[in-house]
T-cell receptor, first 113, second 114 residues
């Protein structure tokens, strides 16, 4: 029973355009949300995060939006670059003591030159 | 200088064997984790461990056990390997007690059981 869902397994975008990756979660107790990026044969690397008290966080070309009422998270990349091609995982942290990450299933982003 | 390192990167072994995967972090973090990425690419938590508590995902078979000789290491021991254990295993670490506790991951160990 997936608590974090990424319903699009893949996304292709033209270089220079906007990439929008989506994530839905089920538990309103989650209080911190993250995006990770993963290249083949490497571990996931942290990209950007947002706490539940905010609805937007921006870092250069990357912006994360949080809609708590809809339990929806999105990552916008603009402009998209070929080097952004990777698998993007959204992840959540619950308010419990362990602070474990629960991941979505990932979205393969391909940015076409 | 690698922050979280795992060895080996690839491991091929026969069913029934016992194997270990080592993990070391040089970030001074107090919490370490093991994740499993299965054939469907889901990343699932197996264990989280700091010097105070070990939290085990209830779906993890007891053939899997974490061993921490010190704060910078969390090794994964697997007994009586089965075909279904084939996956990529990722070690990670984070600093507990802060809100923005993003975890740092190792490069993964691809385990193939034949």
């Amino acid at each position: 029973d997936q608590q974090v869902k990424q319903n699009s397994p893949s996304l292709s975008v033209q270089e220079g355009r906007i990439s929008i990756l989506n994530c839905d979660y089920t538990n309103s107790m989650f209080d911190y949300f993250l995006w990770y990026k993963k290249y083949p044969a490497e571990g996931p690397t942290f990209l950007i995060s947002i706490s539940s008290i905010k609805d937007k966080n921006e870092d250069g070309r990357f912006t994360v939006f949080l809609n708590k009422s809809a339990k929806h998270l999105s990552l916008h990349i603009v402009p998209s670059q070929p080097g952004d091609s990777a698998v993007y995982f959204c992840a959540v942290i619950s308010s419990g003591s362990a602070r474990q990450l629960t991941f979505g299933s990932g979205t393969q982003l391909t940015v076409l030159p | 200088d690698t922050a979280v390192s795992q060895t080996p990167k690839y491991l091929v072994t026969q069913m029934g064997n016992d194997k270990s995967i080592k993990c070391e972090q040089n970030l001074g973090h107090d919490t370490m984790y093991w994740y499993k990425q299965d054939s469907k690419k889901f990343l699932k938590i197996m264990f989280s461990y700091n010097n105070k508590e070990l939290i085990i995902n209830e779906t993890v078979p007891n053939r899997f056990s974490p061993k921490s000789p010190d704060k910078a290491h969390l090794n994964l021991h697997i007994n009586s390997l089965e075909l279904g254990d084939s996956a990529v295993y990722f070690c990670a670490s984070s600093q507990a007690g802060t809100l923005n506790t993003e975890a740092f991951f190792g490069q993964g160990t691809r385990l193939t059981v034949v």
